[in-house]
């Protein structure tokens, strides 16, 4: 059983930087398709980015492409999304989630997730 815990989220200006970590434990995440999601008040789970377990492949919606970018140490079991030019859109609740097979990546659909950083970007 993999468990996932999320960190660095908080409250940016737009146009600021921060970035997130999801922490794996209990589990080798290494074999793992590892994924970020979001979800703002009022709206469904919505894809973020996604990176496969050697880091050599990702994948972002079209939203942040350019500004957000997704990485993994595996050695530290550990994923990042580091998060630029933040605009007010993007304040959500973030949540890391992970799944041993490559399927359907962008479907929030994954085995494990966490339990979600609040980003919120002011104006």
């Known amino acids: 059983q993999v468990q996932l815990v999320e960190s660095g989220g908080g409250l940016v200006q737009a146009g600021g930087s921060l970035r997130l970590s999801c922490a794996a434990s209990?589990?080798?995440?290494?074999?793992?398709?590892m994924g970020w999601f979001r979800q703002a008040p009022g709206k469904e789970r919505e894809f973020v980015a996604a990176?496969?377990?050697?880091?050599?492949?990702?994948f972002y919606a079209d939203s942040v492409k350019g500004r957000f970018t997704i990485s993994r140490d595996n050695a530290k079991n550990t994923g990042y999304l580091q998060m630029n030019s933040l605009k007010r859109e993007d304040t959500a609740v973030y949540y890391c989630?992970?799944?041993?097979?490559?399927?359907?990546?962008?479907?929030?659909?994954?085995?494990?997730w966490g339990q979600g950083t609040q980003v919120t970007v002011s104006s």
């Open positions: 209990g589990g080798t995440v290494t074999a793992y398709v």
């Open positions: 990176i496969d377990w050697s880091g050599s492949m990702t």
């Open positions: 989630a992970a799944q041993a097979l490559f399927g359907n990546i962008r479907a929030p659909t994954y085995a494990y």
